[in-house]
């Protein structure tokens, strides 16, 4: 099995940056792709931004490219995601998800293990 667990989420000011981590844990060398996910409230879960843990690829949604930057660092078994000039809609909870494939969905149904998420807020 594997375990992802999250953290670095907090309360900031629209503007603000933050750096959410995502720790895996396990079989990992199971996931090839780490994908980071976001949920606000009475919304579906939505595309992020997603990487490669053996190239490096990545692939982001449009609503956070060029202000987002996912990386990962296999040493330890862990992936980021900077994000800068936060808005009052990037409030969400964030989750990361791995997938034993190569490709680098957008859809969540196409990862197979999940973090428990951890909460962005962005005030205005």
């Known amino acids: 099995q594997v375990q992802l667990v999250e953290s670095g989420g907090g309360l900031v000011q629209a503007g603000d940056s933050l750096r959410l981590s995502c720790a895996a844990s396990?079989?990992?060398?199971?996931?090839?792709?780490i994908g980071w996910f976001r949920q606000a409230p009475g919304k579906e879960r939505e595309f992020v931004a997603a990487?490669?843990?053996?190239?490096?690829?990545?692939y982001y949604a449009d609503s956070v490219k060029g202000r987002f930057t996912i990386s990962r660092d296999n040493a330890k078994n862990t992936v980021y995601l900077q994000m800068n000039s936060l808005k009052p809609e990037d409030t969400a909870v964030y989750y990361c998800?791995?997938?034993?494939?190569?490709?680098?969905?957008?859809?969540?149904?196409?990862?197979?293990?999940w973090g428990q998420g951890t909460q962005v807020t962005v005030s205005s």
């Open positions: 990487i490669s843990r053996s190239t490096g690829s990545t």
């Open positions: 396990g079989r990992t060398f199971s996931i090839s792709t």
């Open positions: 998800a791995g997938r034993s494939g190569t490709v680098l969905f957008r859809t969540p149904g196409e990862y197979n293990y």
